[in-house]
């Protein structure tokens, strides 16, 4: 761990050094290069992961696709939003928006008398161990990321933001990312401020937004796979995934005869909460993916990335 965090640190500052650095001057931004070089560190990330899409997953969904691929425009789109999220674009964007915002008011907080609590020094010894610190956080985030996820599926507003990540009828690794930017903004909200109220250090938080976002582009991947019946049940796979996409299935119930809001499969990289709150479906199907609505009454949600942005902002007002 420590070399390979020796590693990446090198790489980090080559990078600042060579083209971020440089590329602030010119901008005229010298009085954020601390920030800048935070940001350098999402670059890297978001570079080594968009490798690892196209030189292992890209293959597999050329081998091993669950269905041939319709509307590669539509798939074009979801690399654009790959793109502006992890090549730190998006959080260039929160940066100069809501940054300064989030940091007053977690000052404020602190001046109040919040104290600065680190979940992982409750267990004496643990902060001292990498590894055990790392997998506590990683599993108190993806509890946080499941109830996120299942208020996304049960508010009748938030669904009309999330709807749009939902409505990709050809899934593949791109997918993960298509997001309405107000949907991602909240989100990044509550994931930030988690991580400052329990402790999360700078290098962990990239490392465990790093790890949780290949690891979705892996499960969004047009892969026909699964784990085998223990190991559907320790990490989310593409299949049970899917079934979380599957039309009619994974974003709907049935209560008292009527379709609600709901479904099925929340969890995001572990099933476990899914398993202990009912909501996991480990059918061995790979069935088609989209919206009912859009499938059977041809609701429209969008073509083009500022289309789609658009239409889930008049969905949010009720007018579409």
């Not at 690399?79 to 260039?92: A, D, E, P, Q, S």
């Not at 907080?109 to 997998?135: E, I, K, Y």
């Amino acid at each position: 761990m420590d070399a390979l965090t020796d590693l990446f640190a090198q790489a980090q500052q080559w990078l600042f050094e060579a083209v971020v650095q440089p590329l602030a001057v010119w901008a005229g931004l010298s009085n954020i290069l601390e920030m800048a070089y935070e940001g350098t560190g999402w670059l890297l990330v978001g570079l080594i992961q968009i490798a690892v899409m196209l030189v292992l997953l890209a293959p597999m969904e050329r081998l091993w696709p669950v269905a041939p691929v319709h509307d590669r425009a539509a798939v074009r789109v979801d690399v654009i939003y790959t793109l502006l999220h992890r090549l730190g674009l998006f959080k260039l964007g929160m940066f100069f928006t809501l940054d300064a915002l989030f940091e007053q008011g977690l000052g404020w907080l602190r001046a109040q008398g919040l104290p600065t609590w680190h979940l992982d020094q409750v267990w004496p010894g643990v902060s001292d161990h990498g590894l055990v610190s790392f997998v506590i956080y990683l599993v108190v985030f993806d509890f946080i990321n499941y109830l996120i996820h299942r208020a996304q599926h049960q508010s009748d507003r938030w669904w009309a933001l999330h709807a749009l990540h939902h409505a990709q009828r050809d899934m593949s690794m791109w997918t993960d990312n298509r997001n309405h930017l107000l949907d991602s903004v909240l989100t990044s909200l509550i994931f930030s401020a988690v991580a400052a109220l329990i402790g999360v250090g700078p290098g962990q938080f990239v490392a465990l937004i790093a790890l949780g976002q290949l690891s979705e582009s892996f499960q969004h991947a047009n892969l026909r796979c699964w784990f085998g019946p223990w190991g559907e049940r320790l990490w989310v796979s593409p299949r049970f995934h899917r079934r979380h996409h599957s039309i009619g299935i994974g974003h709907e119930s049935l209560q008292h005869n009527r379709t609600v809001l709901g479904g099925c499969n929340f969890g995001v990289l572990l099933p476990w909460w899914d398993m202990l709150f009912g909501t996991a479906n480990f059918e061995l199907r790979y069935d088609p993916t989209g919206i009912r609505d859009q499938v059977e009454q041809g609701r429209d949600y969008g073509s083009s990335f500022w289309a789609q942005q658009w239409l889930g902002i008049l969905r949010l007002m009720g007018r579409a």
